[in-house]
């Protein structure tokens, strides 16, 4: 298996929390960025957040301040950890990994990323 693989989604109510997790598979490098993505059907993706091996995080606009992506190295595990949720985060979310400049690729909505999960749905009710 080459894809990571997304847990923690959920429903919440407005306002909560949810963890979600990505584990990924021992690569024959590691990645030097790892990503969370999600999308809604009828829209764009939308990169959420994103570090890279040196543990930098960037994150969209729309979750700064309330999601906060980290990893641990030890289990080649990512998570984001999603506070005070709103209806509009509702969304799949997606984690992906790869070998690229991770500044832009939030901006580039992941391509270039070439190992991407299923995918967990999160739905956040008001």
């Known amino acids: 298996q080459v894809q990571p693989v997304e847990s923690g989604g959920g429903s919440v109510q407005a306002g909560g929390s949810l963890r979600l997790s990505c584990a990924a598979p021992?690569?024959?490098?590691?990645?030097?960025?790892m990503a969370w993505f999600r999308h809604t059907p009828g829209k764009a993706r939308e990169g959420v957040a994103v570090?890279?091996?040196?543990?930098?995080?960037t994150y969209a606009d729309s979750v700064k301040g309330r999601f906060t992506i980290s990893k641990d190295n030890a289990k080649n595990t990512v998570y984001l950890q999603m506070n005070s949720l709103k209806p509009e985060d509702t969304a799949k979310y997606y984690c992906?990994?790869?070998?690229?400049?991770?500044?832009?690729?939030?901006?580039?909505?992941?391509?270039?990323?070439?190992?991407w999960g299923q995918g967990t749905q999160v739905t956040v009710s008001s």
């Open positions: 021992r690569y024959t490098s590691t990645p030097n960025c």
């Open positions: 992906a990994a790869g070998w690229v400049g991770c500044a832009s690729v939030l901006r580039d909505r992941g391509s270039g990323l070439p190992y």
């Open positions: 570090i890279d091996s040196a543990g930098s995080t």
